[in-house]
């Protein structure tokens, strides 16, 4: 985080700021989602999510998108801008989602985390996410194709 960084907001993800959020991804993801995806996950009638501000009026810097399928709560997607890694802000992130879908009643969360994610992996295995299952060849990346490991975890019970 920028050294003249003193504190963070979190609040629920907005539309208006999907042009920024958008360019967020893009610096995470090799194959980034556009503003007007982003857009339709946040205002999704199923749809939950988080971003994160150095203030509750300035520019989001990371946000998360979910979706409650049935009982499980979806954790589509996840992207801190680069500056801020490693100081907590996705755990703050999740912790928010993880409210929500407790509040949705919502029961189990799922996701895929590509086999080489080495970062995601570690997040996701310090929050208390267990490995399920394998999706061979998930995703496709300039290098090749790569698995998704296919993770879950209790609502309301993450170690956040
Ligand atoms: C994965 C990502 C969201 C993590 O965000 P973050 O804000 O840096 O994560 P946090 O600071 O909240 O860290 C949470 C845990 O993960 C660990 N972690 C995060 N990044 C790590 C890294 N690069 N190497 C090792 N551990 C890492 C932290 O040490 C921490 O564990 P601990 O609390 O047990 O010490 C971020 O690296 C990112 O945006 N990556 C690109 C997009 C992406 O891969 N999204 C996930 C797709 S499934």
Redesign the pocket.
Known sequence: MPSEVKSIVIGRGSTRHAKTLESVHAT??ESSWDAHSISGWISHPHGFSAMAMEQRQSPPFAFALALAAGDNAELL????GRD????????KLVAFLDQQADDLGLERWM?E?ARD????K??YT?LGFEEVGVRRNYYRESTGAVDALVMTAAVGRLQV
Do not use: H, P
């Not at 997607?77 to 801190?80: K, L, N, P, Q, S």
């Not at 801020?84 to 755990?91: E, S």
């Not at 994610?117 to 995601?120: I, K, L, P, T």
């Open positions: 995470s993801f997607t996840i992207a801190v801020y890694r490693q100081t907590g802000v996705a755990r996701l985390v994610n080495d970062a995601a570690k997040l310090s």
